[in-house]
């Protein structure tokens, strides 16, 4: 009978990991492939209003084709692990999904070139090298789902600014301010009921579970996500 027990509750260990696996799986199709889809509607959007040219049109086709194949590789990359239920979990992400500091400036510059949003980043020099990688990968993602949101719901945007700095604590501190509509398109239309919403939630759970915090609300005349991440995280477990 103790063996007995001891299997079973190897085999319900064994189900949650790989459940927990599962919906990281989950996060991380939202988290690339909602913010490369939500830049070709946009863009395409874009161009149904407004009078391209020759060399232009070419801009956007080779910007569409490079978000595309982008999204075809985070879809590629998490259903792997969906298209096998007996895959071993894993106890992290696995290294090729993992983002620093490092790559925030190509997302940055990426989103300020596709539309007609000017900002900057302020990356304080030091951090990437000090931070650990899962304290930088959740970094990554508060300033990409701020990105994908001002792309929704704020695309004519006229300043965006993102700040990564050092704070006590020792934790890292990272800001994503936008000024807030200015006039132009609205963004993306209404979805189905239900739909979408869920980006700040999974987030903000996910850096809970790294002993973080994450807030978002108005800010001046436009909107601001800011998340604190200690450098020396304490995983919590998930409720």
């Known amino acids: 009978l103790y063996l007995r027990g001891q299997d079973n509750q ?7 990991a790989r459940r927990e696996q599962r919906l ?13 889809l939500t830049g070709i509607l946009l863009e395409v959007q874009a161009a149904q209003v407004s009078a391209y ?17 982008r999204a075809l590789d985070s879809m590629d990359h998490t259903l792997q692990t969906l298209r ?9 992400p696995p290294p090729t999904k993992v983002h620093g500091l490092a790559d925030l400036s190509e997302v940055v510059d990426r989103f300020l070139a596709s539309g007609t949003t000017g900002g900057s980043l302020e990356l304080e020099p030091g951090l990437a090298g000090a931070a650990p990688r899962a304290i930088q990968d959740a970094a990554y ?10 792309r929704r719901h704020a695309p004519s945007a006229g300043r965006l600014e993102v700040e ?12 994503v301010t936008d000024s807030g509509r200015q006039g132009g398109p609205g963004g993306l239309p209404a979805r189905r009921p239900g739909g979408g919403g869920t980006g700040l939630a999974g987030l903000s759970e996910r850096i809970g ?12 005349r436009g909107w601001r996500v800011r998340g604190v991440l200690p450098l020396r995280p304490e995983r919590r477990g998930r409720g």
Not at 84 to 92: M, Q, T
Request: hydrophobic fraction near 45%; glycine fraction near 8%; charge should be negative.
């Open 53 to 69: 040219d020759e060399e232009e049109n070419r801009e956007l086709l080779s910007r569409l084709e490079a978000a595309g194949l």
């Open 84 to 92: 096998d239920p007996e895959a071993p979990a894993l106890a992290e």
């Open 141 to 150: 993602r508060v300033v990409l789902e701020a990105l994908t949101n001002v």
């Open 164 to 175: 990564v700095v050092g704070v006590p604590g020792p934790a890292l501190r990272v800001t």
């Open 209 to 220: 579970a790294l002993g973080g915090d994450l807030s978002a609300g108005p800010h001046a």
């Open 10 to 16: 190897r085999a319900r260990a064994v189900q949650r």
């Open 24 to 36: 990281d799986v989950g996060r991380d199709l939202h988290d690339f492939v909602a913010h490369e």
